[in-house]
């Protein structure tokens, strides 16, 4: 019993500590300025493959009861997200910002370095407004190239909100995929109770 309580003890001493001296990562603009709630991605923002008001902008717009603009354009990468970024983004007073890019990049073989360089200037950009920035990760199995780790890093460094694979649990579900890449209605659906959950705490 005594060497119960020691372990114990020791486990909860080693645990207090780890806390102390690596404490959770610090969301930047948890309390974000502006008015407007904005999806800024790729296809997979503008809803290709789903049916007309489905999809996961519109289907978080109806869970939130708040509006959410889609500025999704397909085929983006980073590199043109960033081009349209003043206009589409920065322009509209964003307060949160859903940011689903790197997809394409990964796709075309854009370098992890100029792909994360481009999403680091547009995080920064969003979150220099005042508005509190999303990120979703795009994972897609045996073309990974280091990417996943990369938007761990960059929303740790960068203060973002993240989710991990926007993609975990629908790729590869034929009931939820219009193709080999986009969801059909009801893999968006996953993909906006993804985003509802994690935009929840700071409506």
Known sequence: MKKIAIFLFVGLTGFLAYRILVPGREIRNASPSG??????????????GASDGMDYPRQLSGMISKPVI????????????????????????????????????????????????????????IQDQGALVVLAGVHIPFLGRGFKDAYEQLSEEAGAVLIPN????????????????????????????KFYKVVKPYL
Not at 35 to 48: E, K, Y
Not at 91 to 115: C, F, H, M, W, Y
Not at 166 to 193: C, K, Q, W
Request: aromatic share 6%.
């Open 35 to 48: 008015q407007n709630i904005i999806a800024f991605g790729d296809s997979l923002t503008f809803g290709t």
């Open 70 to 125: 889609n500025a999704g354009v397909p085929g983006d990468t980073t590199g043109s997200a960033l081009r349209r970024l003043h206009d589409d983004v920065l322009s509209q007073s964003p307060r949160i910002v859903l940011v689903t890019l790197g997809g394409n990049d990964l796709k075309n073989g854009i370098s992890r370095e100029d792909a994360f360089g481009n999403l680091k200037v547009i995080v920064e950009a």
């Open 166 to 193: 926007v993609f975990d649990g629908i790729m590869g579900n034929r009931s939820l995929m219009s193709d080999a890449i986009h969801p059909n209605d009801d893999g968006y659906t996953i993909m906006a109770e």
